[in-house]
């Protein structure tokens, strides 16, 4: 079986699900590209706790984790297999790098994981598995926790960082002219994961231009770290996806070779 590549995916706001955009129709397309998939794990800034959790449901629930959106949202399932022993596994593993880490057989999937999900694999029959983020997190640790699963990649596991390549909701709410700040943070990042610069990756939010109004908190950054640690050796991909909202761009990273 022929390694996968780790993704990371900007899953913008919710109604990404209902409005999927220039990069939806990409996200489509790299799923069919990389089948087979025989697992796919996720890791949502939505889900952030102190020690790690795995999700070991065999049926993941669904959670509309949400507000103020069009109320067809809530109506959306996403209804995928969960996959207790890959859950185990993950725990142990994570366990024997340092981590501390249990399973939650009651978690189910939030939109963070789903909501990507419903255009990369929209027939959600690959078992799904959410890692929450351990809430302290630097570039290191966050690098560090994707090695931890990057051997899950050689057993046809699909490991995804789902954040937002930019994600300042103040501005989001409240309406900007200026969104010249996430094109040239987004163009950094791009540069440095063409490069495969990890080094720039670990540290773009004290490096890259605009870093703190892209990202006035780091959550739904450290989830492209996570997939660039997990991800093999380049050459990476880039799909730009636009912004949607002004200032939420809808990158999408591949971190290894696409071909299979």
Known sequence: ?????????????????????????????????????????????HWMTDSIRVTAS????????????????????????????LAARIVERLQKAGWSARTDPERGLDHGAWVPLTHLLPDASVPVVQVSLPAELDGESAFSL????SPLADEGVLVIGSGSLTHNL??????????????????????????????????????APHAR???PTPEHYWPLVVAAGAGSAPPATVLEGGMTYEVLCMDAFVFGPLSR
């Open 213 to 215: 109004r892209a990202h």
């Open 146 to 149: 994707g090695r931890a699963l």
């Open 58 to 85: 065999p049926q993941p629930a669904t959670i509309h984790d949400f507000r103020g959106f069009d109320p067809a949202l809530k109506e959306v399932e996403y209804p995928a297999p969960g996959h207790p022993d």
């Open 170 to 207: 103040y501005e989001v709410f409240r309406g900007t002219e200026d969104t010249e700040y996430a094109e040239a943070f987004a163009g950094w990042i791009r540069q440095a994961v063409e490069a495969g610069d990890t080094e720039r990756l670990k540290s773009a939010l004290e490096l």
């Open 1 to 45: 079986m022929k390694r996968l590549p780790s993704l990371f995916i900007s899953h913008g706001a919710p109604d990404f699900a209902l409005q999927p955009g220039v990069i939806g129709e990409k996200l489509g397309s790299l799923g069919r590209q990389l089948s087979p998939i025989e697992a796919v794990v996720v890791v949502s800034p």
